[in-house]
């Protein structure tokens, strides 16, 4: 069995914090932890506009709190984000999220992530990413 808190996993290394700094994410299950897949929670920051396009991984997006919106890019349709919501993205869809409040995320990746992610050039996340430090 597997028991982590939140703050374990932020102590040992597996909050990862955008670039951009407009997101962060403790990542609670890993590659490593040998599920098949990967269970992070994610913070949105109010403001946050980004696109995103996980060419390489499947993700489901549980909203637990705070409102904003997704768009997928390929259709131009515009879906509200709140408390209660889950979006799946399970055609590799090209999206922007935005943020009008601070949105905490239950997220879901397959196949998992190794830990130390963070979006490409394209907004994906590499497969076999390198660390970074």
């Known amino acids: 069995m597997i028991v982590r808190t939140m703050k374990e996993a932020a102590e040992s290394g597996r909050k990862i914090v955008s670039p951009e700094k407009n997101w962060d994410s403790t990542r609670l299950l890993l590659?490593?932890?040998?599920?098949?897949?990967?269970?992070?929670?994610?913070?949105?920051?109010?403001?946050?506009?980004?696109?995103?396009?996980?060419?390489?991984h499947l993700e489901s997006v549980y909203c637990i709190s705070g409102r904003g919106e997704v768009e997928t890019l390929d259709d131009g349709k515009v879906y509200p984000i709140e408390a209660g919501t889950i979006y799946i993205l399970d055609k590799h869809d090209r999206h922007v999220l935005r943020a009008f409040e601070e949105m905490k995320m239950a997220c879901v990746f397959n196949p998992p992530l190794h830990g130390k992610e963070v979006h490409n050039a394209e907004g994906a996340y590499e497969l076999e990413a390198d660390t970074i430090d």
């Open 31 to 56: 590659k490593d932890d040998k599920m098949g897949f990967s269970f992070h929670i994610t913070t949105i920051y109010k403001g946050a506009d980004f696109r995103m396009h996980y060419q390489n």
